[in-house]
């Protein structure tokens, strides 16, 4: 339970009391999480992201809200040294902070000053708990400098928007959030749903694939085009198709062909592969 005490009473027992096991009472308050919250979780790890939650709230309940939501499992907490939970001026302490520094091109950016040691840190950190913006920053940049990870925050106050700014995927509260922190952001969540990040990752895998799969198909059509007028040029000494032909193929072939990409649903094992790189090639060998 991840309760927050508001207040509590007691008084000295008296002989009744102690009879009728009267003695205080306790009025708390609970945050409840959505229901969808622990599958679009479940369905993040499956997808081989790492989902870490920064939080302000002390440690226990912020471990309270991680092993509700399956951020992390029961059995990570009995592992000594994974460092599963640490504190915002702990990891901040261990890293070194933020330090700014020039790039080739002679442009002030900011790094963490303890690359290596952050490597270490964050390899099995999933809760920052008493956490301020300037724990968020530290987490977003020093992620951010590690290629080839893309790293995509969620933030609604007009602290985060450096954040935001900083990440690769800035997603804003569309209700909750304010105007500066929607204006940093590179998405805005018109629900404020956590699940509305996992479809939206669904569909952006999906229309890769999908963009892949046109341009094998383009390729390979186009390819079979040449060498038929290519071919067909050297047995017959001219080309089997004329440039209408061709231009009738082009036709066909772009039409519907940009038709399937849009409409192209997810297959339902579409989040159980790992992320692409951002760097990766549209064109790999085995699609040739």
Not at 87 to 105: A, S
Not at 112 to 131: I, M, P, Q, S
Not at 204 to 230: D, H, P, W
Request: net charge positive.
């Amino acid at each position: 339970c991840f309760s927050r005490c508001l207040f509590f009473f007691f008084k000295q027992k008296t002989a009744y009391e102690m009879q009728r096991g009267l003695v205080g009472s306790e009025m708390c308050i609970r945050d409840r999480i959505r229901g969808d919250v622990t599958e679009s979780i479940r369905k993040c790890i499956e997808a081989k992201i790492v989902v870490r939650m920064i939080t302000s709230d002390s440690m226990e309940t912020a471990k309270a809200i991680a092993l509700s939501c399956n951020i992390i499992g029961r059995d990570d907490l009995g592992i000594e040294g994974r460092n599963m939970i640490l504190e915002g001026g702990e990891f901040e302490k261990q890293i070194g902070g933020l330090m700014n520094r020039f790039d080739k091109y002679g442009r002030q950016i900011q790094k963490v000053k303890y690359e290596y040691k952050f490597v270490d840190v964050t390899a099995n950190l999933r809760v920052l708990c008493r956490a301020t913006s300037v724990h968020k920053l530290l987490m977003v940049i020093g992620l951010t400098y590690q290629k080839p990870n893309v790293v995509a925050i969620t933030g609604h106050e007009a602290r985060d928007s450096e954040c935001l700014r900083s990440s690769d995927v800035g997603f804003a509260m569309g209700i909750r959030g304010t105007e500066v922190a929607k204006e940093a952001s590179d998405i805005v969540l018109m629900n404020d749903n956590f699940s509305s990040i996992v479809a939206g990752i669904t569909w952006g895998r999906n229309l890769y694939q999908s963009i892949r799969k046109l341009v094998q198909f383009e390729i390979t059509a186009n390819m079979v085009a040449i060498l038929t007028a290519c071919v067909g040029s050297l047995i017959f000494g001219e080309s089997p198709l004329n440039s209408l032909h061709l231009l009738w193929i082009n036709i066909v072939i772009d039409t519907f062909a940009s038709y399937c990409v849009p409409t192209d649903s997810p297959s339902p094992n579409i989040l159980k592969g790992k992320p692409y790189n951002s760097s990766r090639s549209i064109i790999n060998p085995t699609m040739w």
